[in-house]
C-alpha cells in the first residue's frame, strides 16, 4: 500500500497529489539515480550504506545531488515517520535536472528533483515465496558491460532489467537470471545470485554487477556463522548443479530458486542453507543493529 505522503525537495504533499515537471530528465531520459530501502521494526537497514551508494551512483553520472548526506537521511526518515512506516519500502530518487528536451541542454538544466515515497509492506506478504521457492528464466537480455556503464552505479534507467523480467514473465517464470556479455552469471533482474555447493556459498564476483548491500550483508554473516563463501565466475552450468541457489535483494531479502531454465536444482525443494541465512537475516534487521531509528521510542 502506498503511502500517504510524498517528500519532494524539501516539502511533503498527499501522494495522490505529487508531481515533478515532464521535462525532468529522470522522465525524460531515465537521467536520475535511486535507492530501495527497507523498513523492518521501525528501522532503515544499512541506511548509510544505500545513502553513499546513491552520492558515489550521481557522481559517476556527472551531478551532484542538491542536499547533503545527512539531509537526505533526514529526509528519508522524516518520510517514514510522516507515513507510520514500521515496515516497508522506501525510494528516495534524484534526477539530474529540469530543462529543455534534448541532451544537448544537458549544461542548461535546473537543479534535479529528489523524491521519496514509502509503501507499507511486511515480509509476511512474500512467506510464499520462501516457503516454495521461484522458478527462474535464464534471459537472452544480457547484463549492460562495465565498458558502457558501470553495474554498481544504481541508476533510474532499468531498461534491460525491465525487459529480463518481461521475458520470463513470459516464459512462465517468477524470476529472471541475467548473463553478462561473456556468457557468465551476473545477477537477477532486480537482485544478486547466489548458489550453495557441498556447503560454501558461492556468488559472481564484483565486475558486472550491483555491488548489492543485501548481498554484503549475506556475505558477512556467513563469516560470523562459520560458513565458506568464495566469490568466483559462475555459468549456468553451476547454477543447475548446484545443492542450492537463492537470489537476495533489499526487499525481497532471500527467496529461494528451485528452478532454473527449467531444471530442477539440487531436490527440487528449498533447501537448509538458505532458511538458515534468511533467518540470519531477519534476526538482524529487527534487532536493528544496523538499522537507523524511525521513531523516538
Not at 31 to 54: M, P, S, T, W, Y
Not at 85 to 96: A, E, F, K, M, T
Request: proline letters at 4%.
Amino acid at each position: 500500500m502506498i503511502g500517504d505522503w510524498v517528500y519532494i525537495n524539501g516539502e511533503f504533499c498527499p501522494h495522490n497529489e505529487a508531481k515533478v515537471s515532464v521535462f525532468d530528465r529522470s522522465f525524460v531520459y531515465g537521467d536520475g539515480v535511486f535507492e530501495g530501502l527497507q523498513a523492518v521494526n521501525g528501522g532503515v537497514f544499512k541506511l548509510k550504506e544505500h545513502i553513499d551508494r546513491l552520492y558515489r551512483s550521481a557522481h559517476y553520472l556527472g551531478f551532484e545531488i542538491p542536499i547533503g548526506k545527512t539531509a537526505m537521511i533526514d529526509a528519508v526518515l522524516e518520510t517514514a515517520r510522516r507515513n507510520g512506516l514500521r515496515d516497508g519500502y522506501l525510494r528516495p530518487i534524484v534526477s539530474r535536472g529540469v530543462g529543455a528536451i534534448g541532451v544537448r541542454h544537458t549544461e542548461k538544466l535546473g537543479p534535479g528533483n529528489i523524491v521519496i515515497v514509502a509503501q507499507h509492506e511486511k515480509v509476511e506478504d512474500r512467506s510464499h515465496l520462501f516457503a516454495k521457492g521461484e522458478r527462474a528464466h535464464v534471459s537472452s537480455h544480457r547484463r549492460i558491460p562495465p565498458d558502457c556503464l558501470d553495474a554498481r552505479a544504481k541508476t533510474c534507467n532499468y531498461i534491460n532489467n525491465i525487459m529480463a523480467f518481461l521475458e520470463a514473465r513470459h516464459a512462465g517464470c517468477d524470476t529472471a537470471i541475467m548473463l553478462d556479455m561473456q556468457g557468465y552469471v551476473a545477477e537477477g533482474y532486480g537482485s544478486n545470485v547466489f548458489s550453495v555447493r557441498d556447503g560454501t556459498v558461492e556468488t559472481p564476483p564484483t565486475g558486472n554487477i550491483l555491488e548489492g548491500i543485501t548481498r554484503a550483508t549475506v556475505i558477512e554473516l556467513c563469516g560470523e556463522m562459520g560458513i565458506p563463501t568464495r566469490e568466483r565466475p559462475m555459468t549456468v552450468y553451476d547454477l543447475v548443479t548446484a545443492d542450492e541457489v537463492f537470489e537476495s535483494a533489499s526487499m525481497a531479502e532471500l527467496v529461494p530458486i528451485v528452478d532454473v531454465g527449467g531444471r530442477s536444482v539440487g531436490s527440487g525443494e528449498v533447501g537448509p542453507m538458505v532458511g538458515r541465512l534468511h533467518a540470519a537475516l531477519r534476526e538482524r534487521m529487527s534487532s536493528l543493529r544496523d538499522s537507523a531509528p524511525i521513531f523516538n521510542n
